[in-house]
C-alpha cells in the first residue's frame, strides 16, 4: 500500500483502478483507510484475454496514445505486443481495465495526460486526441 500512497502523492491521479480480487481487496481497505481519494474497486467479469479482446476496438480506432519517450514505454510495448503469450501480462491487463472503465456510465473523472513538452498533443475534454497522428508518429509511437 506504501507504494500506492507514494504514486499518488506524486501523480495526483483523479483515480485510482485496483482490481478486487485477492490482494487486491485488502490493497483497497488500506489506501481508503489511509485517506487516498478517487479509489475505483474494478470486478473484472471475464479472463484477461476476453477482456482485451472487448476493447481492442478502442485501440485500433487510436483511442490510446503514448508518449514518444518514456522509461516504461518499451517494456510496455513489449508487453503488449506479446499478450496474452508473453512471460508478463499485468500491464496489459491494466490496459483493457483502464479502456472498459473509462468508457463505463460510472467513469465521470476527466482523464488527462502530460507527456511533456516533446510530446505536445492536444486533447478534448474526455482525454481523446484531437485529429490523427500522422504516419510518422504511429511509427515513432510503435517503437521498441
Known amino acids: 500500500c506504501q507504494v500506492v500512497v507514494e504514486h499518488a502523492e ?18 483497497i481497505s488500506e489506501a481508503i ?10 470486478r473484472p467479469t471475464k479472463d484477461k484475454r476476453s477482456r482485451m479482446k472487448g476493447e ?10 503514448l508518449p514518444k ?6 517494456e510496455f510495448l513489449l508487453e503488449y505486443l506479446a499478450f496474452p503469450g508473453g512471460k508478463h501480462d499485468d500491464q496489459a491487463d491494466a490496459l483493457s481495465q483502464f479502456l ?11 482523464f488527462q495526460a502530460d507527456f511533456g513538452p516533446s510530446n505536445a498533443t492536444q ?22
Open 69 to 74: 519517450s518514456a522509461p516504461w514505454l518499451d
Open 123 to 144: 486533447y478534448d475534454d474526455y482525454g481523446a486526441r484531437l485529429g490523427a497522428p500522422s504516419p510518422d508518429e504511429y511509427l515513432e509511437m510503435l517503437r521498441y
Open 10 to 27: 506524486k501523480y495526483r491521479p483523479n483515480a485510482i483502478l485496483i482490481e478486487e480480487h485477492a490482494l487486491g481487496a485488502p490493497l
Open 33 to 42: 483507510r489511509r485517506g487516498l481519494q478517487g479509489i475505483v474497486p474494478i
Open 56 to 65: 481492442t476496438g478502442k485501440l485500433q480506432a487510436g483511442s490510446l496514445v
Open 100 to 110: 472498459t472503465w473509462r468508457t463505463s456510465a460510472e467513469a465521470r473523472i476527466s
